[in-house]
């Protein structure tokens, strides 16, 4: 099976680092990546927000060298999340697991 992403965009805001409770880092941003469709004579552009998270050396490397509008290619793989809300409730989330910056 291959689950392999590779995008191009900028980040919507500054990369936020935070610490596991065994230390090893993580961090999440979003990134917005232009869509283009319709034909050659233009057409219509729509930005996708994709939510980014790394880990352990990439995430200091993101925290470190990219901030909010910075342009950035990332490779990794789509991961679904699901979690529970304040409410009790079930939600699911997609992100991309960067393996590379």
């Known amino acids: 099976m291959l689950n392999h992403i ?3 965009g900028r980040l919507t ?3 936020e680092l935070r610490y596991t409770q065994s ?3 993580v961090a999440s941003f979003r990134l917005a990546v232009d869509r283009d469709f319709g034909g050659r004579d233009g057409g219509e552009r729509q930005t996708d927000f994709i939510d980014i ?3 352990r050396s990439t995430a200091e490397f993101v925290s470190k060298y990219f901030t909010k509008g910075s342009m950035a290619a990332v490779s990794g793989r789509l ?3 699901e979690w529970t809300d304040r409410e009790g409730g079930k939600r699911t989330t997609a992100e991309v697991v960067a393996d590379n910056v």
């Open 6 to 8: 590779v995008l191009m």
């Open 23 to 25: 230390q090893i880092p």
């Open 79 to 81: 991961q679904i999340r």
């Open 53 to 55: 998270v790394a880990w």
């Open 13 to 15: 805001r500054d990369p």
